[in-house]
């Protein structure tokens, strides 16, 4: 069992909250072994400064707050963020936005994360289904997922076969295994699978996941935005 | 598997009673009980009703206690509201299985549900076992047992088969079995177990996993009620024999809680197809598919791999046959050039044989049985054959059907064979079905055919490594 996400996962519960911050879904990502995007949590301009300035530009600030799940839409997050001067700006416009549309809102700060480079998206996914319990979900990034559907299921846990299944069975596949010469790390895809479904088997707590985008590079892959919700 | 909750009672019983028989024959109890008293039934059949001393001219019994000796199983068909009371008396009878015909239960409303929670304790705190409420019961022909209500000339029986069909819904298990009767296709068990109370699809699969007399397990189901109980059953099952499985009934209950996008798809179709692939459950779209497939499955041995033999005297028979095979995964594989050149050695020049073996217009009885020995029985490169016949050619005749049954018998592969055409071709297909021979009207039921032994030859080995 791992002492982090336990204690994530023991605290959130107590305190009678359903929905992790982005940085706990993260740790627990780290964890278990899932690559994530670098980020850090600051409380005034000062730490965003600085935290910025270790990761490198350019970042992304996001809001985080246990009450807001859904971040952009209530002007949480800003992309692409370059300099020092532009993250103290989005650092104050964002908690400016935040008070505005939910003033009721928990702020526990501001999240400065590394601004991962474009590249194929997949997202990885898990969730409680009433007939066959904890379910892990595999699909292309965007369009593919929301128009065409093109996902697949599991019932955990998986098997390496059944992972690497998932991934073939997607009919977007060519566009991952390297149409046109972009070629993406599908060892690293079946790796996550198989961590996602460990991780829902060994908290039957987890009600969903959505990992969603994960960059996948030609070596490697980073989590960029990750939710994680218990049950009640 | 005698033990004190086994479900042989309901297959094979001593002695039933069948509670709710009355004068009127048209009465559900009573052509229940006119069921039993046909020949072929071994046991003892007491009638029960409090309101008649003799019916159809035995006598009937006030209460199931009131029969002196023992009884195995009971049939009630009596209103909802005294199917508790009749149970508890079943109960203190010793009767081991109870078959509740009766509906007014779950399906009804809350006053229903409540009636089935009782019948839930009584399972609970007893060694009772219930089949039903609100479905047909159990079908045996090989100890006739039969609790179909529905009269005979109206609703055939299937003859003594291989397939066991265990069905959520009543109206599929009857038409399914009439149909199978019209069909000449036999039936080891059938099973209407209606909202199952105690009996469920998974008590059934691991019943007849077990059963000797079942090759193939036939699922009906609208919807698993514990999915993670039916996989393991099924993870179990497939080593020994197939699962097939006609899922109806596609719903979304779980998408309106869902809190991401992830989430919409909670109970959705998609994940009982994938917990099927899971499990190693082969999944029919339809009811043709089903019986295409289910009778296969009992007539054939799996197939050790995808790699597929064609045989055909019929150029865009074979053509039509690769490309269905290659849609749904199999592999048409050229023959090797050593066996080639012994086919090429036995035919004239324009027989084709590199995989379709083409014997044209000129195919002769003898010409199938020769490319049979040579590029399937004795060639390894290949998992199963698929031998498509256009029997309206001059020299084809009625004993090409003896020449696949004999390759049939020698071979530990499966062979399936396709023949188009009018009376004359559907005489012959059912000369070759009668010796074991799966037969089908299209090239692409024959390679759907051989894809479920494919499958399940593949589910075999997969057994093996979980």
């Known amino acids: 069992m791992k002492p982090l996400t336990s204690g994530i996962i023991k605290e959130a519960l107590e305190q009678g909250c359903f929905a992790l911050l982005e940085t706990e879904a993260k740790d627990i990502c780290k964890e278990y072994g899932i690559p994530t995007t670098k980020q850090r949590i600051a409380?005034?301009?000062?730490?965003?400064?600085?935290?910025?300035?270790?990761?490198?530009?350019p970042v992304v600030l996001k809001i985080v707050s246990p009450d807001i799940i859904h971040k952009t839409e209530t002007g949480g997050v800003i992309l692409d963020v370059k300099n020092t001067k532009e993250v103290a700006e989005s650092f104050a416009k964002i908690l400016a936005n935040v008070k505005k549309s939910r003033p009721e809102a928990r702020i526990v700060g501001v999240m400065v994360q590394e601004a991962a480079p474009k590249s194929t998206e997949v997202i990885?996914?898990?969730?409680?289904?009433?007939?066959?319990?904890?379910?892990?979900?595999f699909g292309l990034g965007g369009t593919y997922v929301e128009v065409l559907e093109d996902v697949v299921y599991r019932v955990a846990p998986i098997t390496k076969k059944e992972a690497e299944d998932m991934v073939r069975e997607i009919k977007a596949y060519p566009i991952l295994s390297g149409y046109r010469g972009g070629k993406a790390d599908i060892s690293t895809v079946i790796d996550i699978l198989l961590k996602v479904s460990e991780l829902v088997t060994d908290f039957p707590e987890i009600r969903e996941i959505d990992l969603n985008p994960i960059m996948v590079y030609e070596k490697g892959a980073k989590v960029v935005d990750a939710r994680i919700f218990l049950s009640k | 598997m005698q033990g004190p909750k086994s479900l042989e009672?309901?297959?094979?019983?001593?002695?039933?009673?069948?509670?709710?028989v009355s004068n009127d024959p048209t009465k559900i109890g009573s052509i229940i009980f006119g069921n039993f008293l046909r020949p072929g039934f071994r046991g003892n059949v007491y009638p029960v009703n409090p309101k008649h001393k003799s019916v159809l001219g035995k006598k009937c019994y006030t209460s199931v206690k009131g029969i002196s000796r023992s009884v195995d199983l009971a049939v009630i068909a009596v209103p909802a509201q005294a199917v508790i009371q009749v149970v508890e008396d079943c109960v203190e009878k010793g009767v081991k299985g109870v078959i509740i015909i009766s509906g007014g239960f779950k399906e009804t409303g809350p006053e229903g549900a409540e009636r089935e929670e009782e019948l839930k304790k009584i399972v609970a705190e007893s060694n009772i076992r219930i089949i039903g409420p609100n479905c047909l019961g159990v079908y045996n022909p090989s100890s006739m047992v039969d609790t179909f209500f529905l009269p005979e000339e109206k609703a055939g029986r299937p003859k003594i088969g291989f397939i066991s069909f265990v069905s959520q819904s009543g109206a599929f298990a009857l038409s399914t079995m009439d149909w199978m009767a019209y069909q000449g296709v036999g039936i080891s068990k059938c099973i209407s177990y209606g909202n199952g109370c105690d009996v469920n699809e998974v008590d059934l699969i691991r019943y007849l996993a077990d059963d000797?007399?079942?090759?193939v397990i036939v699922i009906y189901t609208e919807g698993i009620t514990d999915g993670r109980k039916f996989m393991e059953e099924a993870r179990n099952t497939i080593i020994k024999k197939p699962i097939l499985v006609v899922k109806a009934g596609k719903t979304k209950k779980g998408s309106v809680a869902a809190l991401s996008h992830t989430g919409t798809m909670a109970g959705s179709d998609k994940i009982y197809e994938a917990a099927f692939k899971q499990s190693g459950v082969i999944r029919a779209e339809g009811f043709q598919d089903l019986f295409d497939m289910a009778n296969t499955l009992s007539l054939q041995p799996p197939a050790p791999g995808n790699r597929i033999l064609v045989i055909t005297n019929g150029g865009g028979a074979g053509v039509m046959i690769v490309d269905a095979c290659e849609i749904c995964g199999l592999e048409v594989p050229e023959?090797?050039?050593?066996?080639?050149?012994?086919?090429?050695?036995?035919?004239?020049?324009?027989f084709s044989t590199k995989n379709p073996i083409d014997l044209t217009g000129d195919a002769y009885d003898l010409g199938f049985?020769?490319?049979?020995?040579?590029a399937f029985l004795r060639y390894d490169g290949v998992d199963g054959a698929i031998i498509c016949l256009l029997l309206q050619v001059?020299?084809?005749?009625?004993?090409?059907?003896?020449?696949?049954?004999?390759a049939s018998f020698k071979s530990h592969k499966p062979i399936v064979a396709c023949c188009m055409g009018g009376e004359y071709t559907a005489n012959v297909a059912r000369d070759i079905e009668k010796r074991g021979g799966p037969v089908f009207p299209t090239p692409k039921r024959a390679v759907d055919a051989i894809w479920s032994l494919v499958k399940y030859g593949e589910n075999l080995k997969r057994g093996d490594k979980r």
């Open chain 2, 9 to 20: 009672p309901f297959f094979d019983p001593s002695a039933v009673a069948v509670i709710g």
């Open chain 1, 43 to 57: 409380k005034s301009t000062i730490e965003a400064l600085e935290i910025s300035q270790d990761i490198g530009f």
């Open chain 2, 212 to 215: 000797p007399a079942t090759k």
């Open chain 2, 394 to 406: 001059p020299k084809l005749t009625v004993k090409v059907a003896d020449i696949i049954a004999d």
């Open chain 2, 369 to 374: 049985g020769f490319a049979l020995d040579e």
């Open chain 2, 335 to 350: 023959l090797p050039s050593h066996v080639q050149r012994k086919l090429k050695e036995q035919f004239p020049p324009h």
């Open chain 1, 124 to 137: 990885v996914g898990a969730f409680e289904d009433p007939n066959f319990g904890s379910t892990i979900m």
